[in-house]
């Protein structure tokens, strides 16, 4: 896989699972420093791009912006967000270019100062590049301070060079890629 077609597989799947398109006051901020985030996507071995562990530096800049980017030109009727002690559980129906239709339902449970774990099963009609339901479980843990040198929006990916959520996210191909993306091109 060209890295390029690597980065964003990793970018769309942090995306998902860490900015869902939700209300930013609905969603519970993650405290400041490095998260390990361990991804598995049911029908992807494990250790395949995006899958964890993942370490990422965050602040809240870099998780609104996250956040922010993440609902940029989505269509969404639906958006259910009920946030308890120590739970948010979300019902998403949104509208695609194309005229495809996603609906999303996740639960995430934690304290997001300590750790955080998500269950996110998607369902696409029709199906998006043959694919008519995805599911995705992150379980995540707080390492501590970010290390000297790193920078929020940082990721580090065993085998893969460190790359910055923010500047991939500011980046006209990767931009591009994840519009065709959406498209189901």
Same mark, same amino acid.
């Given at each position: ?6 980065? /964003? ?5 942090? /995306? ?17 420093? /490095? ?33 922010? +980017? ?14 308890? @002690? ?29 750790? *955080?774990?998500?269950?996110?099963? @998607? +369902? *696409?009609?029709?199906?998006? #590049? ?33 790359? #910055? ?14 519009? +065709? ?5």
């Amino acid at each position: 896989m060209k890295a390029s077609r690597l980065s /964003l597989a990793l970018m769309t799947t942090l /995306l998902a699972g860490l900015a869902l398109p939700a209300p930013a006051a609905d969603m519970p901020k993650r405290k400041s420093g /490095l998260w390990e985030i361990k991804t598995q996507m049911a029908g992807m071995p494990a250790g395949g791009p995006g899958q964890g562990p993942i370490q990422m530096c965050v602040d809240q800049t870099t998780d609104n912006m996250m956040q922010e +980017r993440s609902k940029e030109k989505v269509n969404c009727p639906t958006m259910d967000v009920n946030r308890g @002690i120590g739970k948010v559980t979300m019902h998403m129906v949104c509208k695609h270019d194309g005229g495809v239709t996603s609906t999303t339902d996740a639960v995430i449970t934690g304290d997001f100062d300590s750790n *955080y774990k998500s269950d996110m099963t @998607i +369902r *696409y009609d029709p199906p998006q #590049n043959g694919m008519k339901e995805a599911k995705m479980s992150q379980e995540a843990r707080w390492l501590g301070p970010c290390k000297p040198g790193q920078r929020p929006g940082d990721v580090i990916v065993q085998g893969m060079p460190k790359m #910055n959520m923010q500047d991939m996210m500011n980046d006209p191909k990767i931009k591009e890629m994840m519009k +065709r993306q959406q498209q189901g091109r």
